[in-house]
């Protein structure tokens, strides 16, 4: 029996579908570190946990410390302690190397957390990845620009899924940013290259240093141009076939730049590029499970249940490899104006010609406020056998579904 802690400061329903899943293997004690009183923890899940300890803060390596310490008053010492979310990684592995606690180290923890020393490791390992600098003041940027030209991309050092993100095209954009933005030794930021062609995705599991699985996606269009544009509805696709000339470059590189990055144990999520020369450049990686519904799409592509699967391999230490048996995908609805989501229009034709290959959805609700984030007010999941099935799909979804959004 495993003694683990979990910590989720919040259970939005991504955080709780992992919580829930871990609290379920019979093979382990779990609690739970949140900043929630237990009373607002679901009564389902509440019954499956061992213990529970509250924290203001959980980035806080003094109160995570603190709050292991009291899950091992209420049931015994706490012999893993893990999170699905980014943010999380370096605080817990300072607790767990302060605590004697299995798993990742301070090291890989920065090394795939802190993207400026991501890429010096990268870089110094010889594995491609955008040229980058880590500015601290306006003369280092324009510097950097004069250097490199653009367009660039600049983005925070500890920054998660495209957050605060922004490309920018000329000398003006960058003065505006520049200007926007309160560079210091303190506070700096990274400025990297724009890296060009498709952007794609490589998941992967790493057990005992060795890459025992993995499954790539493709964005259409690459995140940036979908944070430039708010009204376009995108769609990430897994190919079924992830083999051939296409793909060789990351099934190289993917697992090179895990080695050089420390990792060992873990269920990584990275993106890279691949540039019309046919060559590959890393992107960024993060040692958590993927978002943007990539952790469910995984699942339906595999026919097995990743969410479960990550659970087992950080808490116990084992991966069940799975076969992957279909193509899958995801269409991201999202509206356009402002306000509210004020009707869905062509949800009844394209459900009629595509609807036996959904597998999950989640609609626009009128009324709801229009999101804020680049996942949009809705999506819609399907699968097939074929890649080609799943393409064409997509593109119906995209092109039959319209959000309307309106000021109240």
């Not at 798993?103 to 991501?118: E, F, I």
Request: charged content about 20%; proline content about 8%.
């Amino acid at each position: 029996m495993v003694v683990a802690a979990f910590v989720a400061p919040y259970l939005l329903p991504a955080t709780a579908r992992f919580v829930s899943v871990a609290a379920e293997l019979p093979d382990v004690r779990l609690g739970l570190v949140t900043c929630e009183p237990v009373e607002q923890v679901p009564p389902e899940l509440r019954r499956r946990l061992a213990g529970h300890w509250r924290v203001a803060d959980p980035l806080d390596p003094r109160q995570l410390a603190w709050a292991v310490d009291g899950l091992a008053g209420q049931m015994g010492r706490v012999e893993r302690l893990v999170s699905a979310l980014e943010q999380l990684q370096v605080p817990l592995a300072e607790v767990r190397e302060a605590l004697g606690i299995e798993g990742m180290d301070v090291r890989t923890a920065r090394n795939v957390r802190d993207k400026s020393q991501m890429k010096e490791t990268l870089q110094a390992a010889g594995i491609p990845c955008a040229r980058h600098a880590l500015v601290c003041s306006a003369g280092q940027a324009t510097a950097f620009a004069g250097e490199v030209g653009f367009p660039l991309v600049a983005k925070p050092p500890a920054g998660a899924g495209a957050q605060s993100t922004f490309r920018l095209d000329d000398g003006d954009m960058l003065r505006s940013w520049l200007a926007a933005v309160p560079l210091g030794e303190d506070s700096p930021a990274l400025l990297e290259e724009f890296l060009t062609g498709e952007e794609h995705t490589f998941d992967s599991v790493t057990v005992g240093g060795s890459t025992v699985w993995s499954s790539i996606a493709d964005y259409r269009p690459p995140p940036l141009e979908v944070l430039r544009n708010p009204w376009i509805q995108w769609t990430v696709v897994l190919p079924r076939d992830t083999s051939g000339p296409r793909y060789e470059g990351i099934h190289r590189w993917g697992p090179a730049a895990l080695e050089a990055l420390g990792v060992t144990d873990a269920l990584t999520h990275m993106e890279w590029f691949a540039r019309p020369d046919g060559s590959v450049a890393v992107s960024e990686v993060a040692a958590r499970p993927p978002g943007a519904q990539l952790t469910s799409m995984h699942g339906h592509a595999h026919d097995f249940d990743l969410y479960r699967a990550w659970a087992e391999l950080v808490l116990l230490g084992r991966f069940p490899v799975p076969e992957r048996r279909f193509s899958a995908g995801t269409a991201y609805l999202r509206g356009m104006g402002h306000g509210r989501v004020r009707a869905v229009h062509g949800v009844d034709a394209v459900q009629q010609r595509i609807g036996h290959l959904v597998v999950e959805a989640r609609l626009p609700e009128p009324g709801r406020p229009a999101a804020t984030d680049y996942l949009g007010e809705g999506y819609v999941m399907v699968r097939a056998p074929d890649t080609a099935v799943v393409e064409d799909a997509l593109q119906q979804i995209v092109g039959g579904v319209r959000v309307e959004l309106a000021e109240a």
